[in-house]
């Protein structure tokens, strides 16, 4: 009998310390549920990666909620792939936390006036704060750059963003921007709306000439209300609005930061980037397949370009 409660107790000390292992070597990621901005239920995402290297290192960081792609678990997993490649690659692991307790707000607030508790942030460059000794670990995690998203039948010909004053925009505010592009958008004169439908059903119905958006947030939205193709984005950004992790001194001066750093310029990870958010997008457009446009799009075709003359055509051949 003695034999058997020794070898139950060594079973369950056994498996309380692969648990305890498990807990500390997964990555985490948290997310809202699949309906995105609309979902308020913050949920702890699940991993099955474990790494136990001696040489790991672990950085722990907070990430805005509301932010893109932290806003929901689909879109946060684009990062647990990149961080699974990290991990392999570096033997560095990133765990990412929300700030449960707190407001994001106050806990940045906290961040950049030292509170112990916390070692770092994804955020936006660049936020003005002059009291803090924190830093930017370059280059860039990943950028989610500000494009003019127009309709598919009337695109606008810009050689300055100046030039955006001569027409009507908007941009959403479920969106999210830095403090320096908002600023540019004031001073740009184009105006908030609430939402992606209400935006969207401007551009489409001739009320306003553009909308301005953040790369991947938009296309995702437009994904889902079912009128993707029906719009145009610029070729270029108009803002670059890139996504750095922002640390305390002495995790930014740490000797295993510069093979992080190393990581972030290598051809490697620019791959695994990629790939990530072009698999996320993929994800919406096949889901959303089927979906009805909104009664107020003209379904028909874009208009066909006009046929060229046979003059044009004479032009177009070849001399003999």
Known sequence: MKKILYLSLAILTLTCSNIQAAEDSV????????????????????????????DRYNIELTANPDMFPWSSRRQGSVFEKIFRDLAEKEHIVITQQYPLRKSYEETVNLFEKGDGSIKGL??????????????????????????VITSAKKTLNLKTKEELKNYKGIYVEQDYFSSFVLKDFANLGITKVKDFPEAYKKLLTGEVD??????YPSQIELYKLGIHDY??????????MPM???????????????????YLKSASYAKVKEEGFQELLNIYKESTKGIVPPTYINTSQPEETALETSEEKAQKQPRK
């Open 210 to 215: 553009y909308v301005v958006g953040s790369y």
């Open 27 to 54: 990555i985490r990621m948290i997310g809202r549920e699949e309906n995105g901005y609309s979902e308020p239920k913050y949920l702890a995402g699940e991993s099955v990666y474990h790494y136990d290297w001696k």
């Open 231 to 240: 719009v145009a984005y610029s070729k270029t950004p108009i803002w670059k």
């Open 244 to 262: 750095f992790m922002r640390v305390k001194p002495e995790l930014a001066n740490h000797p295993r930061v510069s093979d992080l750093k190393k």
């Open 122 to 147: 994804f955020t936006t460059y660049y936020e003005n704060i002059p009291y803090s000794k924190n830093q930017y670990i370059y280059p860039a995690f990943f950028e989610n750059n500000v494009h």
